[in-house]
């Protein structure tokens, strides 16, 4: 079966296609890895890539920052190893057709400032230059009123009975299942990505987050 956002993977041990089958949803598989890296030479190369951009005049608000590095080095990883970019839906394995990488977006450097899920697309020659300037701009573009309206229309969706989003959601599950899920809802759904990465750095937060699982959409390699 063919989805919009991705074909069933082939060529997977016979074993692991029992997993789905077995193991209905993500919380009873979950597997928690902790590690650090060496960034000796990262930090560096970023100070030395803004002060050229400066030199260019480049708004220090334009500046290559490390959350950049980062999304681009999951983006490459994905890209070389497509297998942590599959993902199971009606109890099978799908390929992703796509990269895609969400995180939230604060409207403004403030406590109590709103957010917004943004979802940006890569692709595995991205350079770090690339990626600086996509980020930008989307960031940049979530938090314009023209960012908002993907809001509003949340916000009017939950004020609506529990019972009809009850009603919705199960038809929208079922959708899903089936692949048959509208291409409009897949691209503006935020949480149909290949990950979804929390930055915690721009609020200065020590130590590790472990997340709590989504279960809107199941990715298997991440």
Request: aromatic fraction near 12%; glycine fraction near 4%; proline fraction near 5%.
């Amino acid at each position: 079966m063919v989805r919009y956002d991705g074909m069933r993977a082939k060529d997977l041990p016979i074993v692991r296609n029992l997993i789905p089958i077995i193991m209905k949803s993500r919380a009873v598989n979950t597997a928690e890895y902790s590690t650090q890296f060496d960034l000796s030479k990262t930090l560096p190369y970023i100070d030395r890539f803004n002060k050229n951009l400066y030199k260019q005049g480049f708004e220090r608000k334009n500046r290559l920052k490390f959350f950049h590095v980062f999304l681009c080095a999951i983006s490459r990883t994905l890209s070389l190893n497509p297998q942590m970019n599959l993902f199971i839906e009606g109890r099978r394995y799908y390929q992703r057709n796509r990269l895609q990488l969400t995180f939230v977006v604060k409207k403004e450097l403030k406590k109590e400032a709103t957010e917004s899920l943004t979802k940006i697309g890569f692709y595995p020659f991205d350079t770090l230059e690339i990626v600086r300037e996509r980020v930008h701009e989307k960031i940049n573009r979530a938090r314009t009123d023209e960012g908002n309206e993907q809001e509003g229309e949340i916000e009017l969706f939950a004020r609506f009975p529990r019972f009809i989003l009850m009603t919705l959601f199960k038809i929208l599950k079922f959708l899903d299942f089936f692949g048959i899920m509208p291409k409009s809802l897949i691209e503006t759904d935020p949480f149909f990505c290949s990950a979804v990465i929390v930055n915690l750095g721009s609020i200065n937060l020590p130590g590790t987050i472990l997340h709590h699982m989504l279960e809107w959409e199941m990715p298997a390699g991440l």
